[in-house]
């Protein structure tokens, strides 16, 4: 039936689905073991409420069930492009994706953890930042005992290379 012929009233409401984190167009979708199965985990609870959504409603039923499809067909995009990479296989004496890093920052002697992870898996409060950071591109294939420089607006933050280490 044509749309001309439907109420207003009666339109499909689009479901506004929030993007997942970026990931540029062409880059490699880089995955942790643990972010794969967080992912897996994600897709597994999507498909539960899908199965148990219980809306008394018919509309907000449907409305309900195509937000659940569009965060799913997202969410399988996302699956279907990982890059598992197996952390036990990089040069262990190098910083490469996977790799727990610990820093000492500046001059402030202060000490941080980070992994490098996927976008997906990134998340600075628990001390993963993305493979794609700024801070990341500096560290990858450095050393214990390296230095790095990363350039923010108005000043240069100096990072040495504490440990090195892949979980």
Known sequence: MSRGFVKEGDQEEIPMVPPRAFLPEGAANYVTREGMNELLSEKEQILNEKEHLNKSNENEKRIALNHLNAKLQLLNNRIDTAIVIHTDEQP????????????????????????????????????????????????????????????????????????????
């Not at 190098?94 to 941080?112: C, D, H």
């Not at 998340?123 to 993305?130: A, C, E, L, T």
């Not at 390296?146 to 350039?151: C, F, N, T």
């Open 92 to 167: 262990q004496d190098e910083i490469r994706f996977g790799a727990k890093v610990t820093l000492t920052i500046g001059e402030t002697g202060i000490i941080k953890t980070f992994q490098i992870v996927g976008v997906d898996e990134a998340d600075v409060s628990k001390g993963k930042i993305s493979f794609l950071s700024p801070l990341a591109n500096e560290l990858i294939d450095k050393k214990t005992g390296d230095k790095v420089v990363l350039k923010r607006p108005g000043k240069e933050i100096v990072y040495q290379i504490m440990n090195i280490a892949y979980p």
